[in-house]
């Protein structure tokens, strides 16, 4: 099946860690994705990770996987106000890739 | 290098009338998809396409939508006879294989219709 699902809202204040939760379905997924989407503008590819990893590192961006639960999240560590925008969490099928309905993160001063 | 272009980026119809929406993808990317964000929602799957080939449309209303990516050219989604319910964003993206090496999908920047 194809069915991810993420909260829809998450407010922080600036300098602090932003954590946003994904679950999803399909447990043949072989790549799991964060986008991002700012106001009036496309998607663009945030980081990956391969389903045979649990933790992925990349600078602020933290992406753990736990397969067993299917549940995928994303950390921002020190959070600034560039990082408000929507995050869509995404798993790859065989050939497409499926969304949640994003989560839009407000960066508060 | 070009990013994947789409165009017109904001179109504005009346009911009944035909959307056009035009996808050019990244250089070297010969795999095309549709996206369709509604208001407050996720991306839905619309259609997969490689030059002249429909490879899966399961995600697109049987009547009014049609896609196409010509040998030449840019892909097209062509919306006939709109509906207020059609008002969305249309994402198109690209990739340069079926499987890709990381699937990575890479995004234009949209078109946004409003039909009145």
């Known amino acids: 099946g194809e069915d991810v699902e993420q909260s829809l809202f998450l407010s922080v204040r600036e300098g602090d860690s932003s954590v946003i939760n994904c679950t999803y379905t399909?447990?043949?997924?072989?790549?799991l994705y964060w986008y991002k989407q700012e106001p009036g503008a496309g998607l663009q590819l945030l980081t990956y990770?391969?389903?045979?990893?649990d933790m992925k590192q990349d600078q602020r961006l933290t992406v753990l996987l736990n397969k067993k639960d299917k549940h995928l999240s994303l950390r921002i560590a020190d959070t600034q106000t560039g990082d408000s925008a929507i995050y869509f969490c995404?798993?790859?099928?065989?050939?497409?890739?499926?969304f949640g309905a994003g989560t839009t993160v407000t960066v508060r001063a | 290098n070009a990013g994947v272009m789409q165009n017109p980026r904001h179109l504005v119809r009346r009911r009944g009338q035909e959307a056009r929406l035009r996808c050019s993808p990244m250089?070297?990317?010969?795999?095309v998809y549709w996206y369709r964000q509604l208001p407050e929602e996720g991306l839905k799957f619309m259609v997969y396409?490689?030059?002249?080939?429909?490879?899966?449309e399961s995600g697109m209303p049987k009547e009014r939508f049609s896609a196409e990516f010509p040998k030449e050219g840019p892909s097209i989604l062509r919306i006939q006879q709109v509906v207020r319910g059609d008002s969305a964003a249309y994402f198109c993206?690209?990739?340069?294989?079926?499987?890709?090496?990381?699937?990575?999908?890479?995004f234009g920047e949209g078109s946004r219709l409003t039909v009145l």
């Open positions: 993206a690209s990739s340069p294989f079926r499987q890709g090496d990381t699937g990575e999908l890479f």
């Open positions: 399909d447990s043949s997924s072989t790549y």
């Open positions: 990770i391969f389903s045979n990893m």
């Open positions: 995404a798993e790859k099928g065989d050939y497409k890739l499926s």
């Open positions: 250089k070297g990317h010969s795999h």
């Open positions: 396409l490689q030059k002249e080939n429909i490879i899966d």
